[in-house]
């Protein structure tokens, strides 16, 4: 019976070294290469919480160094952290907030090219969005009104469609062209809440072209108003 069962083992040994010598190498292959995707993505999430807080570490010295006017300092905080992590969240937060300090101070051209850069790398649309908006009124104060309108071509969350079309219609009354800021306007309005603070301001901009703002409200349905009586 032990020679018996001697002899089935064997043959199941052999069995397996032959398994083993027709796709042993596969198998080590495919074990070894999810183990390096598992370490690699470990690592790539390793990296991105470095980057996160190196970054965020930069943009907390940027934003005091804004609230201080301190320029040369948001300047090199600014350079420091497009040259480290340019592909943190934070880091393009952090050029919108030096934007915003080197235009209060005067400083167009290095706070222009902070928001195109925000503009070219950014992932976030939002702050895309942000970016593109107050890019175009620095573009607007030099009069480059196509350019400016171009910028805001571009697709945009649908939270900010509104402003974008607010600040197209503001470019089209720069450029002499009532009828197509009046259609701009139209769209901003229509497109912000009733709510919203900032509708008012686009009722304002409606008249001062002579449309009134309550023409465009939906019209109510006089049964359903009458119902609720």
């Known amino acids: ?17 032959a398994f083993w010598a027709r796709f042993g190498n596969l198998i080590t292959w495919t074990i070894t290469g999810a183990l390096l995707v598992v370490a ?10 470095q980057q996160a807080a190196g970054a965020a570490a930069i943009y907390d010295e940027l934003e005091r160094a804004a609230g201080a006017g301190e320029v040369d300092r948001v300047k090199q905080m600014l350079a420091d952290v497009k040259d480290k992590y340019p592909r943190a969240l934070a880091a393009q937060q952090a050029a919108l907030i030096a934007a915003q300090a080197l235009s209060a101070k005067g400083e167009t051209e290095p706070a222009q090219a902070a928001l195109q850069w925000t503009v070219d790398t950014s992932r976030d649309t939002g702050l895309k969005a942000v970016a593109r908006l107050r890019l175009s009124a620095i573009l607007a104060e030099q009069k480059k009104f196509d350019e400016a309108l171009t910028l805001l071509n571009a697709e945009v969350p649908a939270s900010f ?63 359903t108003a009458e119902a609720a009586k």
């Open 161 to 223: 469609a509104p402003l974008v079309a607010d600040r197209r219609g503001d470019l089209l009354v720069l450029q002499g062209k009532p009828d197509d800021a009046r259609a701009a306007f139209k769209t901003a309005f229509t497109g912000l809440s009733a709510d919203n603070e900032y509708r008012r301001l686009v009722e304002v901009k409606l008249m001062s072209l002579g449309v009134d703002p309550k023409s465009l409200e939906p019209a109510k349905d006089t049964k």
């Open 1 to 17: 019976m032990a020679k018996a069962l001697d002899l089935e083992e064997q043959e199941q040994l052999d069995k397996l070294k």
């Open 40 to 49: 690699g993505l470990n690592f790539y999430t390793y990296w991105q919480r």
